[in-house]
């Protein structure tokens, strides 16, 4: 036993979507836990979305295991929406999660145990599942001549919404959901927008159930198994092509532009001579995986990701990771939870070792997260 710690089977750190899948699949083996989240609200990442996405424009919410999100107002703004979802389902099943506690590092306890620490104290654990998503990291690429730049650059994490772009000219990078929404809104407002991404993009006509988003999140997966990085669930669906894109589309402001080469005192330049002038460059590049305090494990390969083989670590099988590649979604993190327990199951009922096992159970998996 850890000193000075309280002791528990399972931590769960984060409180989002693949988090609260976790609590609910824990709870429900009989697996005492404890959830520490460091938002100071139930939500997760959404609680802090931008105030004009509304609910109606989020590409492919699913409900939490055992618990519906029912007439939902789809003007709502998603993080009011999704954060009251969130608390309910917390309270409906007892869910005391414990927040706001920020986790400063998970150490090998000496015991088979792993050290928990934490701004609210330290805990003793046969297993932790992380859950702490991406939001906490967002991505900048780094191009030529970007600490030139005499604008504004922001990134999606930081979005304060369209108004604040009024009269300026804006380049929107990345191919995402998040980049197509942005320049939807900003239309209205800016001077001029530009799209500039790596790859032409796609869209997808027709609906998203959740028949599709599991068939989405099995391809994800299955193009880890064979080795190669993860993608996100939207790079094989595409973006959802509805009445505002297609609007978008006719009017010229999803006319996308390849990758510029370097970026100037004034906007961006390409090697064959073209240049656009900006105000603001909007980083709409995603995020990393937020997993700093996992560092004094040591699960890091030469390469620099953690691999995994279904949800966990295959440098120690107590550490599982939800809510990361193929399960960053919302249906993907659903089934990881689920996943998590499972290993987790097998793992308590043989007592806890802390090298990789060769038993991966069903939940096979391998990739590694940067």
């Not at 992380?130 to 922001?154: M, V």
């Not at 198994?225 to 595409?238: C, I, K, N, W, Y």
């Not at 890091?300 to 966990?312: L, M």
């Not at 990361?324 to 097998?346: E, F, Q």
């Amino acid at each position: 036993m850890v000193r000075g710690a309280e002791a528990v089977d399972v931590v769960v750190v984060g409180a989002g979507q693949a988090g609260l899948s976790s609590a609910y699949h824990l709870a429900r083996a009989g697996i005492e836990h404890v959830v520490l989240d460091h938002a100071p609200r139930p939500g997760g990442a959404w609680q802090f979305r931008w105030p004009s996405l509304t609910y109606g424009k989020v590409h492919g919410m699913h409900a939490l295991p055992g618990m519906e999100l029912t007439d939902a107002d789809p003007l709502r703004p998603s993080s009011a929406v999704i954060g009251e979802y969130f608390g309910a389902y917390e309270d409906r099943f007892g869910m005391r999660v414990r927040r706001p506690v920020d986790v400063t590092a998970v150490r090998d306890g000496g015991d088979g145990r792993l050290r928990v620490e934490s701004s609210a104290g330290t805990w003793s654990a046969r297993a932790l599942i992380n859950a702490t998503g991406t939001w906490d990291r967002p991505f900048w690429p780094r191009y030529p001549g970007q600490e030139t730049f005499r604008g504004r650059q922001l990134h999606t994490a930081n979005y304060p919404g369209p108004q604040e772009f009024a009269g300026a000219r804006v380049i929107v990078v990345g191919g995402g959901t998040s980049a197509v929404q942005h320049l939807l809104e900003m239309a209205e407002e800016a001077a001029e927008t530009t799209w500039v991404t790596r790859r032409p993009p796609v869209f997808r006509d027709g609906s998203f159930g959740e028949a599709e988003g599991r068939a989405a999140v099995a391809l994800v997966d299955e193009r880890v198994r064979r080795g190669l990085p993860p993608q996100s669930v939207v790079s094989v669906t595409g973006l959802p092509l509805n009445e505002a894109v297609r609007a978008g589309l006719a009017s010229g402001v999803l006319d996308r532009r390849p990758a510029f080469d370097r970026i100037t005192a004034t906007g961006v330049a390409w090697a064959d001579g073209r240049q656009v002038e900006a105000d603001v460059i909007l980083w709409a590049t995603g995020f990393r995986a937020a997993i700093d305090h996992l560092a004094p494990l040591h699960l890091r390969e030469p390469g620099g990701g953690i691999r995994v083989e279904g949800t966990r670590a295959v440098r120690d099988e107590r550490i599982h990771l939800v809510g990361y590649g193929p399960s960053a979604s919302t249906i993907g993190a659903n089934r990881a939870g689920g996943a998590a327990v499972r290993g987790i199951r097998r793992l308590l009922g043989r007592g806890t070792g802390g090298s990789a096992s060769a038993d991966g159970g069903r939940d096979r998996a391998a990739t590694r997260y940067v």
